[in-house]
């Protein structure tokens, strides 16, 4: 196992679309997986992708901490590869999301509220489901690093952008 360097945002890989995975359960994808888990562990982030560990390939990683779901179960430690995602209605939310690629900021993002999701699994199997709410945010974030593109680049308004401190001061003037 080892914590790998994460790349920031201007790094080509995260510009570039992902190669699919064709054998996803070849030993090395493991232990890239592996690798991958490590290096979100020592972040402390949400959830990562191959491209942010200089690797071009369609794996993410993901967990929901209990407190980010409604319900206050938390969604473990998921890997997906290759995974697709698919809108479930026209709902769409805007909330704020960082990135470890992007340190240091914030920007308020619109995503689906709800989707389907399939990948397959480090065995071969398929794995499939629907999300809604941060989870489904954390899906289309991580999905969206295999396609290139970083949340900034889907910000509606740069107004709202801007680093942690001074968002997170001016979200609370405005909920006071
Ligand atoms: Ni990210």
Same mark, same amino acid.
């Given at each position: 196992m080892a914590i790998l360097k994460i790349a920031r945002m201007g790094h080509p890989v995260l510009a570039r679309v992902a190669d699919p995975v064709t054998e996803p359960s070849d030993p090395r994808i493991a232990k890239l997986v592996d690798d991958m888990m490590e290096t979100l562990a020592d972040a402390g982030g949400?959830?990562?992708? %191959? *491209?942010?560990?200089? #690797? *071009?390939?369609?794996? #993410?990683?993901? &967990?929901?901490?209990?407190?980010?779901? *409604?319900?206050? @179960? $938390?969604? *473990?430690?998921?890997?997906?590869?290759?995974?697709?995602?698919?809108?479930?209605?026209? !709902? &769409?939310?805007?909330?704020?999301?960082?990135?470890?690629? #992007?340190?240091?900021?914030?920007?308020? @993002?619109?995503?689906? !509220?709800?989707? &389907?999701?399939? !990948?397959?699994?480090?065995?071969?199997?398929?794995? $499939?489901?629907? %999300?809604?709410?941060?989870?489904?945010?954390?899906?289309?974030?991580?999905c969206d690093h295999l396609d290139g593109i970083l949340y900034p680049m889907r910000i509606d308004s740069l107004r709202d952008f801007g680093f942690n401190e001074e968002i997170l001061r001016r979200r609370e003037q405005e909920e006071a």
């Amino acid at each position: 196992m080892a914590i790998l360097k994460i790349a920031r945002m201007g790094h080509p890989v995260l510009a570039r679309v992902a190669d699919p995975v064709t054998e996803p359960s070849d030993p090395r994808i493991a232990k890239l997986v592996d690798d991958m888990m490590e290096t979100l562990a020592d972040a402390g982030g949400i959830g990562l992708a %191959a *491209p942010q560990i200089h #690797v *071009p390939l369609r794996i #993410v990683i993901y &967990r929901v901490p209990a407190g980010r779901m *409604p319900g206050g @179960v $938390e969604v *473990p430690l998921t890997v997906l590869i290759n995974p697709r995602l698919a809108p479930v209605g026209e !709902a &769409r939310e805007s909330d704020w999301e960082g990135c470890l690629s #992007v340190p240091g900021m914030t920007g308020r @993002v619109a995503r689906w !509220a709800r989707l &389907r999701f399939t !990948a397959r699994d480090l065995k071969g199997g398929t794995v $499939e489901g629907e %999300a809604d709410g941060f989870h489904a945010r954390v899906l289309q974030h991580e999905c969206d690093h295999l396609d290139g593109i970083l949340y900034p680049m889907r910000i509606d308004s740069l107004r709202d952008f801007g680093f942690n401190e001074e968002i997170l001061r001016r979200r609370e003037q405005e909920e006071a």
